[in-house]
């Protein structure tokens, strides 16, 4: 890994496909593992499935798919689109933040905040007045990384399986 201020935060473009894919199925398995019953995991197909899904999602107008690269090489991606109000989620306009993920070998470098500083300013850009995202409830780094970045906890997600209620 070289020194954290040679990685650069850009759009992702089509060449970032494959790397897009990887990144992606790594965090599908990430919350696999936080709660296998909860999360699905990855398949042999998911890397070329995400990347494809991520491909589309570069092209709309109100959607971001950015990428960190260090010499070239993607470490980490952001997924994120400026969204109109959603009564289902009782929330009005905001820009979501879908997807965050950096690379193990990336982590605690500043990669994931630098991700995140840049997609918010685009957001604003777009127009967005806030921004929104879920976390894993045991991904507790990430939930400090955004605790200082501003956030604050406003809903909590709760799972039963159905053979286990009552």
């Known amino acids: 890994m070289n020194d954290h201020g040679s990685i650069v935060v850009r759009r992702a473009v089509a060449a970032d496909r494959t790397a897009l894919g990887r990144l992606g199925a790594a965090l599908i398995e990430a919350h696999h593992a936080f709660d296998p019953t909860r999360f699905v995991g990855a398949s042999e197909h998911t890397a070329d499935l995400y990347a494809a899904y991520l ?25 994120a689109a400026n969204e109109g109000a959603d009564p289902m989620t009782l929330r009005g306009p905001a ?3 879908h997807d965050l993920f950096v690379d193990h070998a990336y982590r605690r470098c500043g990669v994931a ?37 501003g956030f604050r906890s406003t809903m909590i997600e709760m799972t039963a399986d159905t053979c286990d209620l009552p």
């Open 113 to 149: 905040r630098r991700l995140l500083v840049d997609v918010r300013a685009r957001l604003f850009n777009m127009g967005a007045p806030r921004l929104m995202l879920l976390t894993a409830a045991r991904n507790l780094p990430a939930q400090r990384l955004f605790a200082s970045m």
């Open 55 to 79: 491909d589309r999602q570069r092209e709309q107008a109100d959607a971001l798919v950015l990428v960190a690269e260090d010499a070239g090489i993607v470490i980490g991606y952001c997924f």
């Open 95 to 97: 820009g979501v933040v």
